[in-house]
């Protein structure tokens, strides 16, 4: 059998950020896109020097971005570069909604292993040249939104999803429909793909779509483009709900947790529930900003799909829109578990406040109990001290006898309330 490969591959990656026009403007200034500068310019490549020795060493990798088409508070495509003299310049296009595109062209022959390697290393690179651009709000909830502390010490976290444009296969294929029915090929694009969930073929491209990744043989028009980028923002959206839903699943189950130990917990393991607690409460408030962006960018990116395939009878034919709908249920089913874990959390600082009030009230029982029981002993050793007459000692008991009464009557309510 012909070994598969791809020919002459183009491969774009996309990712979902949490952008909005405001964002968008500020990124665009921050790379000076109106300077229209005539060469790349330099982003994030601080370093650290030791004068002695005369040594000078990189901290990060950094990036040079060309800005190539802007509009302030729209969008931005610009050519992203390893190092200054890099003719392989990699494609950005990223827009207000947070759709964001990386794309780099291979002429040449490329195998199905290389190219599945080359995603990984440019998702890795990407997140590590172009997350520091962004702005404190959007890293944080990145954070959030993945579940780390450092995305930075984190690149792999980062969802995405990516397409193969490759003009062939370096095998003949008339229709996808052969294609995967021939013994010898089947399953011969998961490594790239992962199990592929839908095939088809449509005006000369095969498309195979995957868990992961989908592949596109053949020359492409402006309409197949605009379908590829909306399967692609649509498959991006749902890698990050999935990981957002991990996510909440995850605190949904540390809050029960924290519930059962609450009954038996001490004060300083009180005050750490509390503090958590209060962790856990800015988080959700990030997931619910999250959530309502997804919820913006969905609804922008169904209009922008329902565009597209009006008219276009074989477009409608595909179904390959019906992610749209269950991504934007989706994200309203999150909206009401945000809101019932913020309930239960509220019901759980409660249940914090009873008992940090019943420790503090059984320490201040078992304080009254001891200052009883050391009352009665300072009033009888002095009696036994200065050597009362009987009179006097007879005086002391009738005075102490109340002492007694009071401090069997505490014990008794303590053994009652508090044991």
């Given at each position: 059998?012909t070994e598969?490969?791809f020919?002459?591959?183009s491969?774009?990656?996309?990712?979902?950020?949490?952008f909005?026009?405001?964002?968008?403007?500020?990124?665009?200034r921050?790379?000076g896109?109106h300077?229209?500068?005539?060469?790349?310019?330099?982003?994030?490549?601080?370093?650290?020097?030791?004068?002695n020795?005369?040594?000078?060493?990189?901290?990060?990798?950094?990036?040079?971005?060309?800005?190539?088409?802007?509009s302030?508070?729209?969008f931005?495509k610009a050519?992203l570069?390893?190092?200054?003299?890099?003719?392989?310049?990699?494609?950005?296009?990223?827009d207000?909604?947070?759709?964001?595109?990386i794309?780099l062209?291979i002429?040449?022959?490329l195998?199905?292993?290389?190219?599945?390697?080359?995603?990984?290393?440019?998702?890795?690179?990407?997140?590590?040249?172009?997350?520091?651009?962004l702005?404190?709000n959007?890293?944080?909830?990145?954070e959030t939104?993945?579940?780390?502390?450092?995305i930075?010490?984190s690149p792999?976290a980062?969802?995405?999803?990516?397409l193969?444009?490759?003009?062939?296969?370096g095998?003949?294929?008339?229709?996808?429909?052969?294609?995967l029915?021939?013994?010898e090929?089947e399953?011969?694009?998961?490594?790239?793909?992962d199990w592929?969930?839908?095939?088809?073929?449509?005006?000369?491209?095969h498309?195979?779509?995957?868990?992961?990744?989908m592949?596109?043989?053949?020359e492409?028009?402006g309409?197949?483009?605009?379908?590829?980028?909306?399967i692609?923002f649509?498959?991006t959206?749902?890698?990050?709900?999935?990981?957002?839903?991990?996510k909440?699943?995850?605190i949904?189950?540390?809050?029960?947790q924290?519930?059962?130990e609450?009954?038996?917990a001490?004060?300083?393991?009180?005050?750490?529930?509390?503090i958590?607690?209060g962790?856990?409460?800015n988080?959700?408030?990030?997931?619910?900003?999250?959530?309502?962006m997804?919820?913006n960018s969905?609804?922008?990116?169904?209009?922008?799909?329902?565009?597209?395939?009006?008219g276009?009878e074989?477009?409608?034919?595909l179904?390959?829109?019906?992610g749209f709908?269950?991504?934007i249920?989706?994200?309203e089913?999150?909206?009401?578990?945000?809101?019932?874990?913020?309930?239960?959390?509220?019901?759980?600082?409660?249940l914090?406040?009873?008992?940090?009030n019943?420790?503090?009230?059984?320490?201040?029982?078992?304080?009254?109990?001891?200052?009883?029981?050391?009352?009665?002993?300072?009033v009888l050793?002095?009696?036994?001290?200065?050597?009362?007459?009987?009179q006097?000692?007879?005086?002391?008991?009738?005075?102490?006898?109340?002492f007694?009464?009071?401090?069997?009557?505490?014990f008794?309510?303590?053994?009652?309330?508090?044991?």
């Amino acid at each position: 059998m012909t070994e598969v490969r791809f020919i002459n591959p183009s491969i774009t990656i996309c990712e979902w950020l949490p952008f909005g026009p405001n964002n968008m403007m500020s990124l665009n200034r921050h790379l000076g896109s109106h300077k229209k500068y005539k060469s790349p310019t330099e982003f994030g490549m601080e370093g650290e020097a030791d004068i002695n020795n005369g040594m000078f060493k990189m901290e990060g990798s950094g990036c040079f971005l060309d800005p190539v088409e802007y509009s302030f508070s729209d969008f931005l495509k610009a050519e992203l570069r390893n190092t200054f003299k890099d003719k392989n310049a990699k494609g950005l296009e990223i827009d207000k909604d947070g759709s964001c595109f990386i794309g780099l062209k291979i002429n040449n022959e490329l195998s199905l292993e290389r190219t599945k390697e080359l995603i990984g290393k440019t998702e890795i690179e990407f997140t590590r040249q172009f997350i520091p651009l962004l702005a404190d709000n959007q890293i944080s909830l990145i954070e959030t939104a993945y579940g780390v502390d450092d995305i930075m010490k984190s690149p792999y976290a980062l969802s995405s999803y990516s397409l193969v444009v490759a003009e062939g296969l370096g095998v003949p294929i008339n229709n996808t429909k052969d294609f995967l029915a021939q013994e010898e090929y089947e399953n011969v694009l998961m490594p790239v793909t992962d199990w592929i969930t839908n095939h088809f073929s449509i005006d000369g491209c095969h498309i195979f779509i995957g868990m992961k990744a989908m592949v596109c043989i053949g020359e492409y028009s402006g309409k197949i483009k605009d379908l590829l980028k909306g399967i692609l923002f649509q498959r991006t959206i749902l890698n990050v709900s999935m990981r957002m839903h991990s996510k909440l699943w995850a605190i949904s189950k540390r809050l029960s947790q924290i519930s059962k130990e609450i009954p038996a917990a001490a004060y300083k393991e009180l005050k750490e529930f509390n503090i958590e607690l209060g962790e856990i409460s800015n988080d959700f408030s990030r997931q619910h900003i999250l959530s309502d962006m997804m919820m913006n960018s969905l609804g922008n990116g169904k209009e922008r799909w329902d565009r597209l395939i009006e008219g276009h009878e074989a477009f409608q034919l595909l179904e390959t829109g019906e992610g749209f709908k269950e991504e934007i249920e989706k994200a309203e089913d999150r909206e009401l578990v945000i809101k019932q874990m913020y309930i239960d959390m509220e019901s759980l600082r409660d249940l914090l406040q009873q008992r940090t009030n019943l420790i503090m009230t059984k320490s201040g029982q078992e304080l009254n109990l001891t200052l009883l029981v050391l009352t009665l002993i300072s009033v009888l050793g002095i009696a036994d001290v200065f050597g009362f007459t009987l009179q006097k000692t007879i005086l002391v008991v009738v005075v102490v006898v109340p002492f007694m009464y009071f401090a069997i009557k505490s014990f008794l309510h303590y053994q009652k309330h508090f044991k």
